[in-house]
Structures are given as C-alpha cells and as structure tokens.
C-alpha cells in the first residue's frame, strides 16, 4: 500500500491548502461538548502551518440536508479551534462566493480561514463537479484529512480530486495504516461488534470471518441473531430486515462456528427493573439492553488470548446508568490486552464514547475517528475519498 502523504510536498511556503477535515462534533447551546475529532486533526493543521502555507479549513457538521441551519452552523467549531491553536481562526460565513474568494486573496502565509458547513450545499451531497471547481478554485493544494468520510462520494471528498493536486493528511494516512494491520492480522484476531444495523455490520462480519478466530457480538445486534433463531427479544431493538443479510451465518438454522453469541442478556421488565434472563427466557413485554455478566467472563476468556483485537459497536444501552456494565467491562478488557500484547483498533462513535468513560483510551494502540468509513474499508467496500491518495 503506498499513501501520497502531504508528507511528501517539498515547497509549501505561499501556497494555499483546502484542508477537508472532520470536525462533526457534538454542540450544546453553541459550543462545542466535544474536542476529540478537533485534537486529532491538530498534529496536520500544525504541520501545515509550520510549512508558512494559507489554510482553508473545511469540514461538515451534521445533516442539513442542503440548508442552512443555525444550529449546524460550524462557527462554533471554529472558536473552539482557534482556542485549541492559539491563533486566530477566521471564520467565514459562507462556502463559496465572492466573499470567500476575496478572504483567501486576503490571507498571509500562517493564517487560518474556517469556511461554513459544506452540507449547507445540496451541491455537497451530490458530489457535484460545478461546486468542487469552486472550492478546488479556492486552492493550490487538497488535502483529506477526513477518513471518517472517505466512504462518502460527495463534492469535497470525491470530485474536488479532479481539480486539484491531492495528498492524504497527517491523521487520514494514520487512519489506513493501522486499519491495514488488520487486513493482515497477527492471529488470534478477535473481532468484538455491537451496535445496532445488521446492514452495516454484515459485510464486515462476512469479510472479516475467514481471518478472525471469533466474532463476539451484542447489543442490538445480538437481538437479529435471537430473532432469527426463533427466541423471544420482547420490544428489543432490532431490523425487520434483518434476516436477508443473517442466512449467509446460518447453515440448517445452525450458527456458524467462530460467531459467538451471548449466553446471558440483561433486560428491563415491564416495571422498569433490570434483571438477568438467559436468551430464550425473555419475556414478551421485555427490553433487551447488556449482556450479563457470565457473558463477560466468556467474551473476556477470547480478548485476553487476542493478539489482534477489533472493536465496533457498543455491547448495550451504556448511556444508561443499570445497562452500562457490559460496555464498559468489554472496553476495559480490550484497552487492558492492547498496546504490548495484542494490537487493539476502536472504531465509531459511541464506541470511542464509551472507551473514554474508562479513562483507558490511551492504552488502544489505535482508537479511530471513523464508523461507517471504518466498517466500509474494513468490508471492502468503495472508499471514493481514497482514490488517487491511496494505492494497492
């Protein structure tokens, strides 16, 4: 794998750099709740700034759809940076225009401009050649700094790479490099999911079965999987479709071997207590939200025989005081087996959410900015981010 690192650029003092990042971050009566994406995309913009280049930063918050919303606006993500940096970030209220045409004109070398959210734009969803030209026309430089979208074929990840010399950023090459250690893993890998979405999950499950030793799955995930096997979920969450995407991990009903169901579940009765049921002993009026603790024991028995370990997807309903345990027992688990002997990658949001709440994030050897990207290039599935800034 060779990775057209911004590493590689020679001369950037005076050139102007499009900086796609992703700074879609959590906001609470307008400022930012949370600075974790910001700080991983900090060592580039630093990089970038010690080379005296302009830097446009851009980035998407939320989903708009294509209109412009006071409560998506990323002029809060730009205070926030500029606290983070220590420098002024102006902010510009727009995307492209007059206006920021004539601010970039502007800018001096080692000065920052933050544009206005990209999905304001219908033009950003729709991977439109007209808008990425007048970004790229912003620019000498692009650089994607933004892996947690690389799955996405929108104007400023896909089409604005034909107007522009293109280079992955200091966090997005991070980001393929240590994903790829799982491509080829050092075994026993164990892949531990959860979450919600079969369709999302099941190509990754399907790609990753041959080279894992076990998958162990929760949450509502695990729900499909009872669903399908006939047992009582009560009102669990689950997908209606699930089935379509559930046959290929079933042979006569039976499950195949290296997927690893669990054999306690937490739920809450309809009087709201939280009590331990075994699987097929769910009640009809009954939520599904942890696994039990003789779960915890079993899946832990796989992570600490790991050498390579994958984590996506929450194991409950962990926002939850009485349904947090099976979550946070796993996430210490695997942040206790990684850095030294097994290699540890977390994945997605409310994952990584859940790590941090055991102040054990450090000990992962790689915790990633990405969900969706990171399940997609994980399946093998289209990255159009990637092209022409990655090569096999």
């Known amino acids: 794998m060779r990775v057209k690192s911004v590493r590689q650029l020679k001369n950037l003092k005076n050139k102007t750099i499009f900086l796609r990042v992703d700074f879609n971050v959590p906001l609470k009566n307008g400022?930012?709740?949370?600075?974790?994406?910001?700080?991983?995309?900090?060592e580039t913009i630093k990089f970038l700034l010690a080379k005296k280049c302009c830097l446009i930063?851009?980035?998407?918050?939320?989903?708009?759809?294509?209109?412009?919303?006071?409560?998506?606006?990323?002029?809060?993500?730009?205070?926030?940076?500029?606290?983070?940096l220590g420098q002024p970030v102006k902010f510009l209220s727009a995307t492209v225009g007059a206006k920021v045409q004539a601010a970039v004109k502007r800018m001096k070398p080692g000065e920052i401009v933050m544009l206005e959210n990209l999905r304001f734009?219908?033009?950003?969803?729709?991977?439109?050649?007209?808008?990425?030209?007048e970004l790229a026309a912003l620019a000498d430089i692009y650089v994607n700094d933004a892996f947690a979208v690389c799955h996405r074929e929108q104007a400023s990840?896909?089409?604005?790479?034909?107007?522009?010399?293109?280079?992955?950023?200091?966090?997005?090459?991070?980001?393929?490099?240590?994903?790829?250690?799982i491509q080829q893993p050092k075994k026993p890998l164990v892949v531990i999911m959860g979450g919600a979405k079969i369709s999302t999950k099941a190509p990754l499950i399907a790609k990753l079965y041959a080279r894992a030793s076990h998958i162990l799955i929760g949450g509502a995930l695990a729900n499909n999987?009872?669903?399908?096997?006939?047992?009582?979920?009560?009102?669990?969450?689950?997908?209606?479709?699930?089935?379509?995407?559930?046959?290929?991990?079933?042979?006569?009903?039976?499950?195949a071997a290296k997927i690893i169901l669990p054999e306690d579940v937490i739920v809450q009765t309809k009087?709201?207590?939280?009590?331990?049921?075994?699987?097929?002993?769910?009640?009809?009026?009954?939520?599904?939200?942890?696994?039990?603790?003789?779960?915890?024991?079993?899946?832990a028995s796989y992570i600490k025989a790991a050498n390579t370990l994958v984590w996506n997807g929450p194991l409950g309903k962990f926002e939850t005081a009485g349904f947090k345990q099976g979550t946070l027992s796993i996430a210490r688990l695997v942040a206790a087996r990684s850095s030294g002997p097994a290699y540890g990658v977390v994945g997605g949001g409310e994952t990584v959410e859940a790590l941090q709440l055991t102040k054990m994030a450090e000990y992962v050897d790689w915790v990633s900015t990405a969900g969706g990207a990171m399940l997609t290039y994980l399946g093998g599935g289209k990255m159009p981010g990637l092209s022409k800034i990655i090569n096999n």
């Open 57 to 84: 930063i851009a980035t998407h918050l939320g989903e708009p759809k294509g209109k412009f919303t006071v409560a998506y606006s990323v002029k809060p993500v730009a205070a926030r940076l500029k606290t983070l």
């Open 121 to 133: 734009q219908s033009a950003e969803y729709d991977n439109d050649a007209d808008f990425a030209q």
């Open 271 to 299: 009087k709201g207590k939280a009590e331990l049921r075994a699987p097929e002993n769910v009640g009809r009026e009954e939520y599904i939200y942890d696994i039990g603790p003789a779960t915890i024991s079993w899946y």
């Open 157 to 181: 990840v896909a089409a604005i790479k034909k107007y522009l010399p293109s280079y992955a950023g200091l966090l997005l090459e991070k980001e393929v490099k240590a994903l790829q250690k």
């Open 31 to 42: 400022r930012v709740q949370d600075d974790y994406r910001l700080v991983a995309g900090l």
């Open 225 to 255: 999987f009872f669903k399908f096997q006939n047992k009582e979920i009560g009102r669990s969450l689950y997908d209606q479709d699930s089935a379509i995407y559930l046959k290929q991990f079933f042979k006569n009903k039976k499950l």
